[in-house]
Structures are given as C-alpha cells and as structure tokens.
Nanobody, 128 residues
Framework: QVQLTESGGGSKQAGGSLRLSCTAS??????LAWFRQAPGKEREGVAT?????????AESVQGRFTVSEDDAGTKNTLYLVMNNLKPEDTAMYYC??????????????????????WGQGTQVSVPS
C-alpha cells in the first residue's frame, strides 16, 4: 500500500498561484496523478504524467496548471503549479497512485477508476 501526502493548498485571490506537492511513501515514478473534487461534484482528473513521460491535463486547466515530478533518488514527489487561479478551481485536491498495468490515452490516465490509492487531500480555495 502506498501512502500519499499532499501539501501546499490554501486560499488565494483569483489570478494568484499555488504549488501543490505530493510525496509517496514508496518509490512510484510516473504513476501519480492529481485529482480534485468540489462540493457536490464528481472527482475529476486534473493532471498526470504517463510512463512515457507524456503529460495529460484536464481541458479546464490546460495552459494554467503545470504538472511535474521529481523522481531522482529513492523517493518521488509530484508537483502541481497552478497559475491564474479561478474561483472554479476551488476544490479538495487529491494525489492518487495508478493501479498496476494501467496505460493508455489521457482519457484513461485521468479516470479516477484507474487509481487505487489516494491521499487525504489538500484544500484550495479561490474566493469569487
């Protein structure tokens, strides 16, 4: 079982920036993703990096968010830099670990059913 720990959330004015971090308890390079869930809404995939190092983003964050991973050494950390924040970005942001054997297009890699372990989440609030 992989333990995931997110950090970096907070409250920012619209147009501001935040950087989220996710650290895994085991070495899990290129198997992590960011999801978010707003009150009353489904959990949605935000960004991930595939095993071929291709990058996937939700259309709603394309051009504003940047995902990256530091996987040098014995631990890996997934980051999400969020620029030009909007009120609609307000949500709990979760880090997730992809199930073994899951590969494919972004539509697969950003599907919550492809992930079996989740962090506790970090709250991002962008007041309107």
């Amino acid at each position: 079982q992989v333990q995931l720990t997110e950090s970096g959330g907070g409250s920012k004015q619209a147009g501001g920036s935040l950087r989220l971090s996710c650290t895994a308890s085991k070495y899990t390079p290129l198997k992590l993703a960011w999801f978010r869930q707003a009150p009353g809404k489904e959990r949605e995939g935000v960004a991930t990096i595939g095993t071929d190092r291709s990058v996937c983003y939700a259309e709603s964050v394309q051009g504003r968010f940047t995902v990256s991973e530091d996987d040098a050494g014995t631990k890996n950390t997934l980051y999400l830099v969020m620029n030009n924040l909007k009120p609609e970005d307000t949500a709990m942001y979760y880090c997730a670990f992809r199930r073994p054997g899951v590969y494919g297009a972004c539509s697969t890699l950003l599907n919550k059913d492809a992930y079996g372990s989740w962090g506790q989440g970090t709250q991002v609030s962008v007041p309107s």
